[in-house]
């Protein structure tokens, strides 16, 4: 079957560094994005990996390793209004299929 | 402002009617995108078009048509035959890979309702 697994939620406190994790099995695979989407709102594209390795966005950072179906976001020097979901999405052929998403609260 | 609107934010209907969502945008993208919601998950595509008059079904089409008569618009009808209508649906655009992009902008979402 097809399927991404992330954690459903996580907690951290302002300042903290936090990893969301992914895991992917997928029929086809061109890439693993990252949306953030808050409460009611729209998502919104964060990042993009195409290829192996780490991406860095300011503060948020993504990681994939195709040969592990893995990838992770990596938000650093979290903020209040980093509190939101996180989405992975799979590019799969003809299709996008997105995670459950995580939901991170970020104490103060 | 440039930007992907959809409309109205909330939307009541009984069941048995069909519903059309709209969807607008002034980004210039040639492709466009409807997702679906539901309460603790992921989103699910519905219906992509890549180009004016040309669209392709995604993953859970069934229940629902599009249309693709301006490269502003792209409407969103759910019919009766959708088994559970009630949801948040999403609209997406972006610039046209020859597949679906990575990148995608979204409006801000209607949540339909059907009792």
């Known amino acids: 079957g097809q399927s991404l697994e992330q954690p459903s939620e996580v907690t951290a406190v302002e300042g903290a560094i936090v990893q969301i994790n992914c895991t992917y099995q997928t029929s086809g695979f061109y890439g693993l994005s990252w949306y953030q989407q808050h409460d009611g709102g729209a998502p919104t594209f964060l990042s993009y990996n195409g290829l192996d390795g780490l991406e860095e966005t300011g503060r948020f950072s993504s990681f994939l390793s195709r040969s592990d179906s893995y990838g992770y976001l990596l938000l650093q020097e979290l903020q209040m209004k980093d509190s939101a979901s996180y989405f992975c999405a799979v590019r799969d052929n003809n299709d996008m299929r997105f995670g459950a998403g995580t939901r991170l609260t970020v104490k103060p | 402002d440039g930007g992907i609107t959809q409309s109205p934010k909330y939307l009541f209907r009984k069941e048995g009617q069909n519903v059309t969502l709209s969807c607008e945008q002034n980004l210039n993208h040639d492709a466009m995108y409807w997702y679906r919601q539901d309460p603790g998950q992921g989103l699910r595509l519905i219906y992509y078009?890549?180009?004016?008059?040309?669209?392709q079904k995604g993953d859970i089409a069934e229940g629902y048509s599009v249309s693709r008569e301006k490269k502003e618009s792209f409407p969103l009808t759910v019919t009766s035959a959708q088994k559970n209508p009630t949801a948040f649906y999403l609209c997406?655009?972006?610039?046209?890979?020859?597949?679906?992009?990575?990148?995608?902008?979204f409006g801000p979402g209607t949540r339909l309702t059907v009792t």
């Open positions: 078009s890549q180009i004016v008059n040309d669209f």
């Open positions: 997406a655009s972006s610039i046209s890979s020859g597949t679906v992009s990575y990148e995608q902008y």
